[in-house]
């Protein structure tokens, strides 16, 4: 769904377009881009095809906005682009606000209730890159090392080896529809980045 016809429809206006494309064109950004946010937008509104028009307008206000401000800090990233939509949503009634910060915030640790669709089809949208092509997701995974550029190889290294075998000793996606769809090129992508880093890995534990 689009900025203006989610806007709109939760009795919005679309001004904030502006600010909102300015941010995700900063030139520090590689992966978070406006074409991430909109490619969450594409996935999580195939996702949320079930749920009801307000409710699918807010989540493609949330997907729009989960990465709008973006420096390479986990956490206080979110934190600040749910601040940022709040201040955007000039018009939209509070229990709105409320849920698209609510979603926003719940990409912090990927996780919320079991039973909650927005959520999922949001969350589930987020992680569709991992379960992307191999040449996409390696490009993925190059452009999110760029964004974090300020760490050492090393820090890094030990860091993303973490990421990774978080990712793969839980179950990715909250929906079957994302598990039939991405799962099994999620691990095989996860997989093979993990044995790069930890084939580059110095200190041989």
Known sequence: MRW???????????DA???????????HRRYHTLDHAAAVARDSAWLAEGLGDTDRA??????????????AKPGEDERASAKWAREALEGVAEAHVERVESL?????????PP?????????DADLAILGAAEEQYAAYAR????????????????????????MLARELYRSEA???????AAERNLTTELTHWRGERTDHR
């Open 143 to 166: 452009a999110v090392r760029e964004e974090y550029a300020k760490y050492p190889d090393d820090v890094w290294r030990q860091g993303r080896i973490a990421v990774l075998e978080g």
């Open 115 to 123: 039973d909650d669709l927005l959520a999922t089809a949001l969350l």
């Open 17 to 27: 377009w502006p600010r909102l494309e300015a941010r995700y064109t900063e030139p």
């Open 178 to 184: 994302a598990r039939t769809r991405w799962a099994s």
């Open 4 to 14: 203006p016809d989610a806007i709109g429809k939760l009795g919005g206006t679309s």
């Open 104 to 112: 926003i915030l719940a990409t912090i640790g990927h996780d919320a």
């Open 58 to 71: 807010i989540v493609a206000v949330a997907a729009w906005t989960h990465d709008v401000v973006y420096d």
